[in-house]
């Protein structure tokens, strides 16, 4: 195992020593607890790195262990920044509750103990090595600019589900949604000649707000072809992100009619929202990521749209997992891919489909549906009634805010959970750009 020491503040050794002699029951407790178990690593407590001081951490595995106590409840998002930097050194976090800890210590020690296991035995590829280490190249090459996102649960919701449910958060993600991943591989994935020249895509949606923002932070420009009829709160937000707007008619031909002649002038580089290996590859890592932290999961379910978020997290589960399947939730009135599966060719959707969840009503594309047909189980069809149920559920029970087109997922899963009772599931919460001033509920 690789030794890697993190740099740090000098002004926190002295800091670090006082904790030390100060230490909380909870941190006894569990340092006594530590040095008495035959672990076969070496943990240091108050460790100083960067800007903050871990409670404990293995220098060998690169593993921090965090105590929340109360005072994290007001901290959670400092505690969050802080953690998120470490991470992009390759720092892995476990945490436990202060009362955990107090309480129930059988129980961490074997959460700690599978974690060691897991950090000791790396994850080994069913098949398919060269692709798998391409999707981690990925993820770090993407680490800096992206938030880890957390994973969030909710008992209320497992008993109502049937089944133990695991949300991955990619509202809270930059911009509010997964697809700040694939954009911004895929600039980093260009040239140092091709990004000095700039990106263009065409999109009124999430991936118009994540192409300006990814270009603005790695520094060229972003140009955006939007339908003229575009709202002007999604014109705002590109115009937020520093992206360069040129409007188009608003039918599919006039918009890529508008983008290539952007890109005849600008030289700039045509990147589709969700028809692109990069962009797909940079999608799937917010897969990789909710089962490095829930490696037992037995399904993991998505939105389909494009496809882009659905054939990254196939390809996740494919080589981050032995077991893993991947299931689609999609709109019954926009249920080109489930056609598509079935037909074993490209479906669309008729001209004057509508859903509720509107970024969904895209079709899936050449790169990312031999993926699809390969690695993903099943699609279901929901109703807009079960897709308004399933939103306004997660914003009462979870607290949190969730667009229409990531609520598909849950929808889905809530539609035939009798076939996942008592399994572990995860679901990608895919963004949180919304209209509060419009909701279905």
């Known amino acids: 195992m690789k030794n890697k020491i993190i740099p740090y503040n000098p002004k926190l050794k002295q800091y670090a020593r006082q904790l030390r002699k100060n230490s909380t029951l909870s941190e006894v407790l569990l340092w006594k607890n530590i040095k008495n178990k035959a672990l076969g690593v070496q943990f240091h407590r108050q460790v100083p790195m960067l800007d903050y001081i871990v409670d404990f951490y293995c220098h060998e595995l690169m593993l921090a262990i965090e105590i929340d106590g109360n005072s994290h409840d007001y901290r959670y998002f400092e505690d969050k920044n802080r953690q998120n930097k470490l991470e992009e050194y390759g720092v892995k976090f476990i945490r436990f509750n202060d009362l955990d800890v107090k309480s129930n210590m059988f129980s961490v020690s074997l959460s700690l103990e599978e974690q060691i296991k897991l950090l000791k035995t790396p994850l080994k590829s069913p098949q398919g090595d060269n692709l798998k280490q391409t999707l981690i190249q990925v993820h770090n090459r993407i680490k800096p600019y992206i938030h880890k996102t957390p994973v969030l649960s909710s008992q209320l919701i497992n008993e109502i589900a049937g089944c133990n449910v695991f ?220 897709i308004i149920n399933a939103m306004q559920l997660i914003w009462e029970r979870m607290k949190i805010i969730i667009e229409p087109s990531s609520a598909v997922a849950f929808a889905a899963l809530l539609k035939e959970k009798e076939q996942f009772k008592n399994k572990d599931v995860g679901i990608i919460i895919s963004g949180g750009n919304v209209d509060v001033t419009n909701l279905p509920f």
């Open 167 to 386: 949300f991955k958060c990619e509202n809270f993600q930059k911009m509010g949604a997964f697809k700040m991943r694939g954009a911004t591989n895929a600039i980093l994935n260009l040239s140092e000649k091709e990004q000095s020249k700039g990106v263009v895509t065409h999109s009124s949606g999430n991936f118009a707000q994540a192409l300006s923002l990814a270009a603005n932070k790695i520094g060229t420009e972003a140009y955006i072809v939007m339908p003229k009829n575009a709202p002007q709160v999604k014109k705002n937000a590109v115009k937020g992100y520093k992206g360069n707007i040129i409007e188009s008619e608003s039918t599919p031909i006039a918009r890529e009619q508008m983008a290539e002649k952007v890109k005849q002038e600008t030289g700039a580089t045509f990147i589709h929202p969700s028809n692109d290996d990069d962009v797909i590859h940079g999608q799937g890592t917010a897969a990789i990521e909710l089962l490095e932290e829930q490696p037992q999961l037995d399904f993991i379910f998505t939105p389909v749209g494009g496809g882009g978020l659905i054939a990254g997290t196939a390809l996740a589960a494919k080589y981050f997992s032995d077991t893993c399947k991947v299931i689609g939730g999609e709109p019954k009135n926009a249920d080109d891919a489930y056609r598509s599966l079935k037909s074993g060719k490209i479906e669309y959707n008729d001209a004057n489909s509508t859903t509720i969840a509107d970024g969904l009503r895209t079709f899936l594309g050449d790169r990312n549906f031999p993926i699809i047909k390969e690695n993903v189980d099943k699609i279901i069809r929901v109703e807009e009634e079960d």
